[in-house]
């Protein structure tokens, strides 16, 4: 059974940010500003995500 994924597309810069929240993008796997990455919906990464919410576009699928 495959876990659910959520897609997730930087549309801010984490330019200026806190170390922290550029770290978030890091570890989301974002590398530039309009890439797209599918992660799996665990408690981890929701909570990265929690944080920089205000740079990401969002859709669970």
């Known amino acids: 059974m495959a876990s659910k994924q959520i897609t997730i597309k930087l549309i801010k810069s984490p330019?200026?940010?806190?170390?922290?929240h550029r770290a978030c993008v890091r570890g989301l796997g974002?590398?530039?500003m309009h890439h797209?990455?599918?992660?799996?919906?665990t408690p981890e990464n929701r909570g990265m995500i929690n944080k920089i919410?205000?740079?990401?576009a969002i859709e669970e699928s």
């Open 30 to 32: 974002l590398r530039r």
């Open 15 to 20: 330019i200026g940010r806190l170390e922290r």
């Open 53 to 56: 919410v205000d740079m990401l």
């Open 36 to 41: 797209t990455v599918s992660v799996a919906d």
